[in-house]
T-cell receptor, first 112, second 115 residues
Framework: EDKVVQSPLSLVVHEGDTVTLNCSYE??????LLWYKQEKKAPTFLFML????IEKKSGRLSSILDKKELFSILNITATQTGDSAIYLC????????????FGKGTLLTVNP | DAGVIQSPRHEVTEMGQEVTLRCKPI?????LFWYRQTMMRGLELLIY????????DSGMPEDRFSAKMPNASFSTLKIQPSEPRDSAVYFC?????????????FGEGSRLTVL
């Protein structure tokens, strides 16, 4: 039973398009939700969200959390081929403050 | 900073052989994690060390898997004997503290293929 569900599993867009990636999660003592970008190698950290409704933004990427509906979205505007990657969502909840439960990721392909 | 360093980057072995994966965390980071990534199951936490002590090994699949952290700058993950279903990318990650999960710094992974 998946605790973190990401959608879509994969997505193909053209440069310049805007994309929205979704992440829904279960909650047992929710602490935070994190987004990572994984190109061919290691996942790299993008955002950590702890409060509902507060948008985190970095350049063309932004993310927001809805703790009532138990989901988060990651938006990428004006996509570039360099945005092609797997985007991973992870939840930290429960009794530990270190354990991250990852979703399976969304594979984004941006074509020129 | 050199980041988290893992070796080997790729390993191809035959079923039944012993496999040892190595990790050097970022200097000063006192938390170290081993993850396994497969298409079917995504990224899964195998074991977590804090200050060189194993805190949570509930993700270790079975007794064939073992991990050690003899000092603050080195950890190993051993599989003995290896099986084809162990084929995956194994990531080591570190972070400076315990308070919040925050940003994990991942190594580039060791891709293991067991034939």
């Amino acid at each position: 039973e998946d605790k973190v569900v990401q959608s879509p599993l994969s997505l193909v867009v053209h440069e310049g398009d805007t994309v929205t990636l979704n992440c829904s999660y279960e909650v047992t003592n929710f602490r935070s939700l994190l987004w990572y970008k994984q190109e061919k190698k290691a996942p790299t950290f993008l955002f950590m969200l702890t409060s509902s409704g507060i948008e985190k933004k970095s350049g063309r990427l932004s993310s927001i959390l809805d703790k009532k509906e138990l989901f988060s979205i990651l938006n990428i505007t004006a996509t570039q081929t360099g945005d092609s990657a797997i985007y991973l969502c992870a939840e930290n909840s429960g009794g530990s403050n270190y354990k991250l439960t990852f979703g399976k990721g969304t594979l984004l392909t941006v074509n020129p | 900073d050199a980041g988290v360093i893992q070796s080997p980057r790729h390993e191809v072995t035959e079923m039944g052989q012993e496999v040892t994966l190595r990790c050097k965390p970022i200097s000063g980071h006192n938390s170290l994690f081993w993850y396994r990534q497969t298409m079917m199951r995504g990224l899964e936490l195998l074991i977590y060390f804090n200050n060189n002590v194993p805190i949570d090994d509930s993700g270790m699949p079975e007794d064939r898997f073992s991990a050690k952290m003899p000092n603050a700058s080195f950890s190993t993950l051993k599989i003995q004997p290896s099986e084809p279903r162990d084929s995956a990318v194994y990531f080591c990650a570190s972070k400076p503290g315990l308070q919040k999960p925050g940003e994990l710094f991942f190594g580039e992974g060791s891709r293991l293929t067991v034939l």
